[in-house]
């Protein structure tokens, strides 16, 4: 965390203020709230202001765009919990495949170039293998029918999504299905998600892979896994393998296109 802070704090509460500015100019006739899961501005202290501006109707979007049990659940689960008063409150439970996200993505991946790259990696992170055998029991760690195209029953399953996402933000630069990788970090154990980001990095400059771009589409605000983990650490790690150069591309922070592109994803 002393490698993450900034002068202005924690990046991803900085981008997350800025962010809520931009959507209360963009929906005047709303009110705007911003809250952390684990932090501060806490969804408890969040809702207990809700209820004293007497909100009636309440959109809830958590800022992840592939659903999970793990992340965007626990949210429902926790304002259901705090909710009192509110009657309506509406779930957007994800937006992976929002043509809104998608392009704001795209808009980002513009600034580096991806075809200048000799490949390009678009990473997500892993969660417990476990948490998607519970979502379908067609699942499969390996050889799933979702690494190719999305199944019928693979529209909440988080692999599924993160593979749907990289097709579609691949197909956006042309990027043919061998310059680009699907792969998952974060991991805490062997039992989670893969290929793992690490491994395929390796596997990449053992190829004599010299320039990478790393994309995060499942983080919408650069932290501690996009800035430590692949900038710094992930970077190294290549470098330290015979690789030139990895660059990872800045995530959408709270750039005006995102919160253009986030009063699409509500309305």
Not at 140 to 156: D, K, L, S, V
Request: charged share 25%; proline share 5%; glycine share 4%.
């Amino acid at each position: 965390y002393r490698r993450l802070w900034t002068p202005e704090g924690s990046p991803i509460l900085h981008h997350l203020i800025g962010l809520r500015l931009k959507l209360a100019n963009r929906l005047p006739e709303h009110t705007v709230y911003a809250a952390m899961r684990y932090g501060s501005p806490s969804l408890k202290k969040v809702m207990e202001k809700i209820h004293v501006d007497g909100i009636t109707h309440l959109t809830v979007l958590p800022l992840y765009p592939q659903f999970a049990d793990s992340t965007t659940e626990t949210i429902f689960n926790r304002i259901r919990k705090l909710n009192k008063k509110v009657k309506d409150v509406h779930f957007i439970r994800q937006f992976y495949d929002h043509p809104a996200f998608i392009n704001a993505f795209v808009e980002r991946m513009k600034r580096y170039n991806p075809a200048s790259f000799d490949h390009v990696i678009f990473t997500y992170h892993s969660l417990p293998e476990s948490h998607l055998q519970r979502i379908h029991p067609e699942y499969h760690c390996t050889g799933c029918a979702c690494e190719t195209a999305m199944p019928e029953y693979g529209r909440e399953c988080y692999k599924a999504a993160a593979y749907e996402t990289s097709r579609r933000l691949a197909s956006a630069f042309q990027l043919s299905t061998t310059d680009y990788s699907v792969s998952f970090q974060s991991r805490f154990a062997n039992k989670w998600i893969g290929p793992f980001t690490d491994e395929r990095i390796r596997e990449l400059a053992a190829k004599g892979v010299k320039r990478i771009l790393v994309v995060a589409p499942s983080f919408v605000a650069d932290c501690l896994e996009t800035i430590v983990e692949i900038s710094l650490d992930y970077k190294e790690l290549f470098l330290s393998e015979g690789g030139n150069e990895l660059v990872m591309a800045e995530s959408l922070n709270d750039e005006d296109f995102w919160a253009t592109a986030i009063v699409d994803i509500i309305r």
